[in-house]
């Protein structure tokens, strides 16, 4: 099984200041890693996929970077909607995986 | 819009069974993969299940494998995933997801929460 670990476990950001979420892989998983948010009481969301590129509709302010093991997601300027937990999940491997999760939190 | 609606949660004994359903509209569902994706109380996201858009491909999560089984009805557009030898640690919310291909989600209904207790 490729195990996803992800730090740190949770991020204390002021609104308006940026973010950086790593995930790290347990074997090489390409580039076939994607992200997603949840907010409390909802479904995750969709970020990114294929480690770089943004899913429908998500604000530019969010990127992913990486391949291989390492893997990071970037938010540029954290608004208050931003303030949730991130999961990342590979999918190159059986089973499907994702990491702990980091809770960015309002500092 | 693409919208998936969970049904039959509920709270089931120690080795009962239950089977989830996952209305699918808003989507050509019999040209797309599906999962379902757990989430226990207060933790992350655990992957549980997958069936490819025919139905004659299925993957298992190695907690649920041999206990669960996802199946799918095209022509009725609901996705099932079919639980017994229930465990107090299967507790959680069941999420039904598309597929976006490949083997990512793009879309996730509401969650159904299935509690096991006696």
């Known amino acids: 099984e490729t195990v996803l670990t992800q730090s740190p476990a949770t991020l204390s950001v002021s609104p308006g200041e940026g973010a950086t979420l790593s995930c790290r892989a347990s074997q090489s998983v390409s580039i076939n890693l994607a992200w997603y948010q949840q907010k409390p009481g909802q479904a995750p969301r969709l970020l990114i996929f294929g480690a770089s590129t943004r899913a429908t509709g998500i604000p530019a302010r969010f990127s992913g970077s990486g391949s291989g093991t390492d893997f990071t997601l970037t938010i540029s300027s954290l608004q208050s909607e931003d303030f949730a937990v991130y999961y990342c999940q590979q999918y190159t491997n059986w089973p499907l995986t994702f990491g702990g999760g980091t809770k960015v939190e309002i500092k | 819009q693409v919208q998936l609606v969970e049904s039959g949660g509920g709270v089931v004994q120690p080795g009962g069974s239950l089977r989830l359903s996952c209305a699918a509209s808003?989507?050509?569902?019999?040209?797309?993969?599906m999962h379902w994706v757990r989430q226990a109380p207060g933790k992350g996201l655990e992957w549980a299940a997958h069936?490819?858009?025919?139905?004659?491909?299925?993957n298992y999560g190695d907690s649920v494998k041999g206990r669960f089984t996802i199946s799918r009805d095209n022509s009725n557009k609901t996705l099932y995933l079919e639980m017994s030898g229930l465990r107090p640690e299967d507790t959680a919310v069941y999420y039904c997801a598309k597929d976006r291909s490949p083997l990512h989600l793009d879309y996730w209904g509401q969650g159904i929460l299935v509690t096991v207790s006696s």
């Open positions: 808003g989507f050509t569902f019999s040209h797309f993969d």
């Open positions: 069936i490819r858009y025919d139905g004659t491909t299925k």
